[in-house]
C-alpha cells in the first residue's frame, strides 16, 4: 500500500530509519524508496562521505564506489536516509555542504534505467513519495545546507540542490544545470515543479521545465537558478565560508513580481494561454509530460506541501509507466550506447583531429565543414569553383553570427570558428589532415579520383571519409593505398540541424578508423551509427520504400496535402510530398535508382516521379515540386500546392482509400525494410535501427522508433497487415514492387 499523504510517508521513513535497526537490516531491504537495488548495491554509508574539516561544519559528499558518474539510485538514497538521521540528531552543526566527488562531478539526476522497469504506476507513486520525504528533511535541516555542484547537474540532482538554502555553481564550460525530465516523457517529480517556480518565478520556471533545457553557468545565474558562480578550485572551500555565514550569499529577491503573477488568477489565465500555444505548436497532443508540467507548475502556488508532493507523484505515476516515457528513454539510452562508439574497446578514445580537409562547397560539404570549424577543427575546404567557395565562408559567417546573436557562442568562440574553416581552390594544402571528407558528385570514378589524389598527400594513417549515400564504400576504397583508413560518413542535410550520422564500415576498414570516425561526428555534436556497407545503407534504404510509396498513393489520385497532413498527425516532422519537395527530385530518382539496382524489384521506383521532373520542377531548389515555394529570404509568403498535379494523376484507385490504410501503407513499406536490415545485419540491434530511424527519418519520437512502434502493435498483426496490402489489386497491378509487403522471414521468425 502507498503512503495516503507526504506525512504518512515520513512518517514510514522514520520508522525505516530507527536506532534499532541494525545495519545489516538497512542492507537487506530493497531501499527506502521502492527503486529496486541493484546487484553490485554496495554495503550501506559506503555511498556517501561525510567529513567534519572544522567545529559545527558537516561537509557530505556523494561518492558511491558502484558509480563512475553519481545517481539517484536505490543504494545512494539508502544512504542519504542514513546520513540525514545523523545530520538531523547533530545540534552541534551551524552549517552542512553537499557536494560531488570533485568540483566537475555532482550528481546526474535519477536512475532512469529503475524508472524504465517500473510498470506498475502505484510503485512510482509510492517511491516518488518516498524521495519527496528525504528532499524534505534535507530542506527542514536547521543548520545553513548549501549545494555545490559542477558539470551536468541535470533533473534529481538540480531538485535537490532546490532544497538547499544556497546553490553554487562551478563557472566552467562543462556546468549544465537544469531539469530536462520532459524530455524523457515525464516532468520534474521531487518537487522541481513547486521548488523552481518558489524560487524564480512561473514565467522563467515554465521555460525551464518545458523547454528541457541545461543552461550553462552564466545564464543560469542570470535567471536565477543557482545563487553564486566560483570557480572550480574554490568551490567547497566558498561553500564551506556560506555555510558558516563568513560568507554572504543572498538570493535575488523577487519582490512585489511574485504577488502580481504567482498570486493572480489573470496573470496565470495569461501565463497558461502563451504557455499552452508553445506546447502544442511542438507537442502536437502527442506528448503528454509538458502539458501536465504545465498545470502543476501553474497549481503549486498556495497548494499546501501534501497536495502538491501528492500531486507530482501521481502524475509521474501515469507518464513513467505510459508508451511515451517508455519510448523516450529507449531512444536516450540508444542515444547512450551510441556515444560509446567513439572509444576503443579498452576504454580508452582516440585523440580527436586538429585539421581537416573538406573536398567539395556544395550544400553538404560546406554543412559539414561549417560544423567542424564550430567544434574547432581547422578545416581547408577545397574547391574548383570560387563562387561556391566564397558562398560557403558566407553561409558560416552566417551560421556563427545567428549562434552568437543567440548567446551560443561566445564573441572569442565565434571569431576562432570564423578562423578554423579556410577556403581553397583545388587540393592544396591538405598534407596536414588527419581526415579527408569528400562531399563530391555521387559518381564512383569521380570520388575515387578525389581520394585518389589526396592519398598521395596525405599520411597512410589519415582517415579518407566519404559522404556518399548510396555508393558502396568498399568499391570507392577498392584502389586506394591503405584501404582500411577508408570509412563512409554519411551526413543529412542540413547538416547543421540533422544529429545523425551513418558511419559506414566497408569490406577492408578497420575498428581504429570507425571509432576514429564515430569519435570525430560526436565531438560534431552528432550521433554515429555504424552500418554495413550495403546499398542505400540503413535509413535511405528505410526512407525509400516510404517515399515510393507515397508517389504511388499520389498517381493513384490520392490527395497531396491530405496524406501530408496523415503523416504529421502519425507523428513524422512532415509529410512525404514536403519531404520529396526538400529533398529534391533529382536526388530521390538518384536515390531510387540506386536502391532498384541494389535490390531488384522490391525497390522498383514509380515513374511517376521522372514524369513531372525537369530542370523547372525539382522541388524547393527550383521552387516548385508538389508544393510552389516561396522564393529564398522570403518569410511572409508560405508554401502552396501546385495547381497542376492532377495532370499527373494517372489513375483513380486511391482517392478512396481510407486513412488507416494510406497510412499503414506509408509506415509498413519502412517496417517491412527494416526487418530486412535486421536479417542482414546492417546494424547491430533493434535498439540502433529505433535511433537511425527516428534520428535519420524524423519516425515519431513518441512511438519509440521503428522497430519498437511494429513491436508495439505486434509483429503477428504488422505481418497479417502487410500480407493485406500484398494482395490488393493496385500492389498485386504493379508487375514488380509487390514484393515491398511480403513479410521479411526475420519478422516471421519473431512472432513464433
Avoid at 559506503?46 to 545517481?71: K, M, N, Q, T, Y
Avoid at 541545461?214 to 566560483?230: E, H, I, M
Avoid at 501565463?271 to 507548475?297: E, F, N, T
Wanted: hydrophobic content about 40%; aromatic content about 4%; proline content about 6%.
Amino acid at each position: 500500500m502507498e503512503p495516503s499523504n507526504i506525512e504518512e510517508a515520513q512518517q514510514t521513513e522514520d520508522a525505516m530509519t530507527s536506532t534499532d535497526s541494525t545495519q545489516n537490516d538497512l542492507h537487506m531491504r530493497p531501499s527506502v524508496t521502492g527503486f529496486p537495488m541493484p546487484d553490485d548495491a554496495p554495503a550501506p554509508g559506503a555511498c556517501i562521505r561525510v567529513e567534519r574539516p572544522e567545529a559545527g561544519l558537516a561537509v557530505v559528499i556523494f561518492d558511491p564506489p558502484h558509480r563512475s558518474f553519481p545517481i539517484f539510485d536505490a543504494p545512494l538514497l539508502r544512504d542519504l536516509d542514513i546520513v540525514l538521521s545523523g545530520l538531523e540528531g547533530d545540534t552541534s552543526l551551524k552549517g552542512i555542504v553537499f557536494t560531488g566527488r570533485h568540483p566537475g562531478q555532482f550528481l546526474a539526476g535519477a536512475d532512469v534505467e529503475a524508472i524504465q522497469k517500473i510498470t506498475d504506476p502505484a510503485l512510482v507513486v509510492q517511491a516518488v513519495i518516498a524521495v519527496h520525504a528525504l528532499f524534505d528533511r534535507v530542506e527542514r535541516l536547521k543548520p545553513r545546507t548549501v549545494a555545490a555542484v559542477g558539470g551536468p547537474v541535470p533533473g534529481g540532482a538540480f531538485e535537490f540542490s532546490l532544497a538547499c538554502d544556497r546553490i553554487l555553481l562551478v563557472d566552467g564550460k562543462s556546468s549544465r544545470i537544469g531539469l530536462p525530465e520532459t524530455m524523457l516523457g515525464i516532468l520534474p517529480g521531487w518537487g522541481g515543479t513547486h521548488r523552481l517556480p518558489r524560487r524564480i518565478g512561473i514565467p522563467k520556471a515554465l521555460d525551464c521545465i518545458l523547454t528541457g533545457r541545461l543552461l550553462p553557468a552564466k545564464p543560469a545565474k542570470k535567471r536565477g537558478l543557482v545563487d553564486r558562480l566560483v570557480h572550480s578550485e574554490d568551490l567547497v572551500r566558498v561553500a564551506i565560508e556560506v555555510a558558516m555565514g563568513r560568507k554572504s550569499c543572498r538570493r535575488a529577491s523577487r519582490g512585489i513580481w511574485r504577488w502580481l503573477i504567482d498570486r493572480n488568477p489573470l496573470a496565470k489565465a495569461i501565463i497558461r494561454d502563451q504557455a499552452l500555444k508553445g506546447v502544442d505548436s511542438k507537442a502536437h497532443g502527442k506528448y503528454p509530460a509538458p502539458y501536465a508540467a504545465l498545470d502543476l507548475v501553474l497549481s503549486a502556488p498556495g497548494a499546501s506541501h501534501s497536495t502538491w508532493a501528492r500531486r507530482e507523484a501521481e502524475a509521474i505515476g501515469s507518464l513513467a509507466t505510459g508508451s511515451v516515457c517508455k519510448s523516450l528513454v529507449g531512444i536516450f539510452f540508444a542515444s547512450e550506447a551510441a556515444k560509446k562508439l567513439g572509444k576503443r574497446a579498452d576504454g580508452s578514445e582516440p585523440s580527436r583531429p586538429v585539421q581537416a580537409t573538406v573536398v567539395g562547397a556544395g550544400v553538404m560539404g560546406a554543412g559539414i565543414a561549417s560544423s567542424l570549424a564550430l567544434a574547432k577543427v581547422s578545416v581547408r575546404l577545397g574547391d574548383l569553383s570560387s563562387k561556391a567557395l566564397a558562398g560557403a565562408i558566407t553561409n558560416h559567417r552566417k551560421e556563427v553570427d545567428k549562434r552568437r546573436r543567440r548567446k551560443r557562442l561566445q564573441p572569442h568562440d565565434a571569431n576562432a570558428a570564423i578562423d578554423h574553416l579556410v577556403g581553397v581552390e583545388g587540393l592544396v594544402g591538405m598534407t596536414q589532415s588527419e581526415i579527408a571528407i569528400e562531399a563530391v558528385a555521387e559518381v564512383l570514378h569521380v570520388k575515387a579520383s578525389v581520394f585518389g589524389e589526396l592519398a598521395g598527400q596525405l599520411s597512410d594513417d589519415a582517415i579518407l571519409a566519404t559522404n556518399t549515400s548510396s555508393l558502396s564504400v568498399s568499391a570507392i576504397a577498392k584502389d586506394l593505398p591503405h584501404p582500411e583508413r577508408v570509412v563512409g560518413m554519411h551526413f543529412f542535410n542540413p547538416v547543421k540541424a540533422m544529429p545523425l550520422v551513418e558511419v559506414v564500415r566497408g569490406e577492408e576498414t578497420n575498428d581504429e578508423t570507425v571509432t576514429r570516425t564515430c569519435a570525430l561526428a560526436i565531438a560534431m555534436g552528432k550521433t554515429p551509427v555504424v552500418t554495413r556497407d550495403v546499398p542505400g545503407f540503413l535509413v535511405n534504404r528505410i526512407l525509400g520504400p516510404y517515399l515510393d510509396e507515397a508517389v504511388r498513393l499520389f498517381v493513384g489520385g490520392a490527395d497531396v496535402e491530405h496524406v501530408d497532413a496523415l503523416m504529421l498527425n502519425f507523428g513524422m516532422p512532415m509529410g512525404p510530398f514536403v519531404l520529396l519537395d526538400e529533398v529534391g527530385f533529382d536526388i530521390a530518382q538518384h536515390a531510387a535508382a540506386s536502391l532498384h539496382a541494389g535490390y531488384g524489384g522490391r525497390m522498383a521506383p514509380c515513374p511517376g516521379l521522372t514524369g513531372m521532373s525537369d530542370d523547372t520542377r525539382l522541388g524547393r531548389k527550383t521552387g516548385k515540386g508538389f508544393y510552389d515555394h516561396p522564393k529564398e529570404g522570403d518569410r511572409k509568403s508560405k508554401r502552396k500546392l501546385a495547381q497542376d498535379l492532377a495532370h499527373f494523376q494517372t489513375e483513380s484507385w486511391a482517392g478512396s482509400l481510407p486513412d488507416g490504410e494510406i497510412t499503414d501503407r506509408l509506415v509498413y513499406a519502412m517496417v517491412g525494410e527494416a526487418a530486412r536490415c535486421l536479417e542482414e545485419n546492417v546494424v547491430e540491434s533493434e535498439s540502433i535501427l529505433d535511433l537511425a530511424s527516428v534520428f535519420g527519418t524524423g519516425f515519431a519520437p513518441f512511438r519509440g522508433g521503428l522497430w519498437s512502434h511494429a513491436k508495439r502493435v505486434g509483429l503477428g498483426a504488422v505481418c497479417s497487415r502487410m500480407t493485406e496490402l500484398h494482395q490488393k489489386e493496385d500492389v498485386q497491378a504493379r508487375g514488380t514492387g509487390a514484393e515491398r509487403f511480403d513479410p521479411a522471414p526475420v519478422a516471421a521468425q519473431m512472432v513464433d
